[in-house]
Structures are given as structure tokens and as C-alpha cells.
């Protein structure tokens, strides 16, 4: 197969068909064809609640697999995301009409349970559908940049940020369950009806979010790898591999960690309110500690390394976490260790480098084999970005 060049990605060559891009046809078709004939609505929605997380794992793969920047709070991100949607929907579920047996009508019901007499100011913005989409993103963005700005200026990293990271995770859900009547508390924000008067609890609903959440995650899946193929990609890998090498050629390593950080928490904020449009409701339980090592396990399972690795880690683990909560509830816990010991210990690449250890070779044999050996040496996948 041919070598994407770095320059022109959107061009006509970045169209040509190698390793990368045959990839996300496959799974494009896999999500779009495949999957729609062959599972019921409800399985569906399950799978479409699967790939809201698969957003996070690929800011995952940018954020720890390229700049080595370990994340564990990547649930703030989402969940953040989750309830600006949820916010929205919430309020068009409470018109006047629909409220009107509460002692204060035209206000979201856990408000009025907790003696509030009028919407509080932060919430007003969110009778627009266009200022709630661009919160969805602009405030997780601001949140990272805030964040990004206070540690890596003053060169916390490494396992130090990843504390921080998960604190800020604890201390987010122990606010939102703490101001129950702005949050919803532990219940959180539920009983979504309607997105413009259009019922999103419905089947037929279901599946067209299904395709759109699909149509979101391919599109980020692209841009993902624009990213990584383009000159700001390869600073990353530098920065992961020699940081100070980095500094001193000139670039502002905090600048770049800042970025990638904030592209991350965006896009696992798509990933968020996908998810609420999906399941009708936002919790803290998706928000903590115990949700953003999760998405991490996903990344790994899938390989951090790798984009597609990462969606397919994603489906896969919470497929087996389904599975395995339906029979037998009580190991779960136990699988999801065993999870992760396996990634650090026998495959710490993922299912991405047991493709790359054990399928891709006799892919190339088979391959050379087939074009009279004139391939024989020919990597099907580019060198640079072999993982994914």
C-alpha cells in the first residue's frame, strides 16, 4: 500500500487508500451496514451508547499515546458535556404547561423539589439549542484550558498530573451531587423527552441518533488522524519521546500539551452529549474517579497507540461488561482487573500491537504472495503510524 505523504491531507492524497484510511472504511461499514441489519433496536442503542465512550478513547490515543500525557479525569470532560445537553432538553421538558401541577411551574421538577422559586442565571442560556451546542464543547475546552494552563506552565507532568487529574474528577461529582437543586445531586438530570419537539424516545428516534453519533465518531476518527499525520502530530510524538529536546529547539512544549489536552476534553464532550441524547439522562456517576479510569482501560485495551485500536477496545470491553453483568454481575469488577493487568503485563500495546505482532505479517506474506512477491517487503501500513 501506498505512503500517505504528510503534506495535503485533505487533498487528493489523502483519499488514496492505505492501511489508515482502508481501516475506517471497514469500520465505517461495520457501524453503518453491518450492525444496523443484524441487531435490534434495543442492541442498537446499546451499541450507540458504547461509541459515545469510544470519542473519549480517541482523545485518549492524542492526548496519553501521542504527547504522554496520562489523563485520569477524562469523565469531567464528558459528563460536562453530557449536561449541557441534558440542560437543554431538561428545560424544554419543562415549559410551563408541562409543569404546571408544581408550586413553581416552568422550573426543571428537582428544582422545584428543593424550594427553588425561579431558574438560576447559569441555566437561562440553555433554552437555545445553538448556545447549548456550543457549550457542549466551549465549556469542557475552557475547563481543560484553565486546567492545562495552571499545570503544564509550571511543568507538572507525569504521574503527577494524573492525580490531579483524577482529584479534579472527585471533586467535581461531590459538587454536583452537593448543589442537588441546580444539579439534580446524585440522581442527576433525567426525564428527557424531546429535542424541538422531536420525541428522542422512540425506536425510530434511537436509531437515527445511532447513525449520527456513527457519522460524529467517523468524522472525529478523521480529524484525529489529520492530527496525528500533520506536523503537529509529530511534535507530540517528540514531545512523549524527548521533551527536552523539544524545549530546546524553540517550541513551547506547555503550549502544545495545553492544545492537545483541550482538543481531548472536546471531543469527549461530543462524546457526552451523544450519550444523553441517547440514554435521556446525565448522572455523576459518569463524571467520577471510577467512570475515567474506565475510558483509560478502554484506550489500553484497544492499544493507546492506535485510533481504530481505540474504538474497537471501546466496543469491545463494554460489549464484554454487558455481557457479563447480565450473567454474572459479580465479576465484572474482577474481569475489568484482569483487564487491566493484561494490557500492562502481556500486551501492553492493546489489540492494536497483537494485529501488528501476530496478523499484519502473514497480511503482507499473503499479500507479496499475491502480487508475485513484488511487495514481498512493503509495509501495509505506514511506518510512522503503524498502530493504527
Known sequence: MTRTPQSNLFGRSFWRIDGDIAGILL????LVIVLPLGLDIFRLNMVGKYLTYAFVALGLVLCWGSAGILSLGQGIFFGIGGYCMAMFLKLEASSPEATKIQSTPGIPDFMDWN??????????????LSFSIVAVVAVPALLAFIVGLAMFKRRVGGVYFAIITQAFAAILTIL?????GYTGGINGITDLRTLKGWDIRTDDAKLVLYFVNAALLIGCLLLCLYVRRSKLGRILVALRDKEDRVRFSGYDVANFKIFVFCFAAAL????????????????????GIVPSIEMVIYCAVGGRLSLLGAVYGTLLVNWAKTMLSESFPELWLFAMGALFIGVVMVFPNGLAGLYQQFIAPHLRRLTARRSGGAAAGAP?????????
Open 27 to 30: 469500520l465505517a461499514a461495520l
Open 115 to 128: 424550594q427553588l422559586k425561579a431558574l438560576p442565571w447559569f441555566w437561562e442560556p440553555f433554552h437555545s
Open 176 to 180: 454536583i451531587v452537593g448543589q442537588q
Open 268 to 287: 469527549s464532550a461530543v462524546g457526552g452529549a451523544m450519550f444523553t441524547l441517547q440514554v435521556g439522562f446525565m448522572s455523576p456517576s459518569f463524571v
Open 380 to 388: 501495509i501500513i505506514p511506518p510512522h503510524t503503524a498502530a493504527d
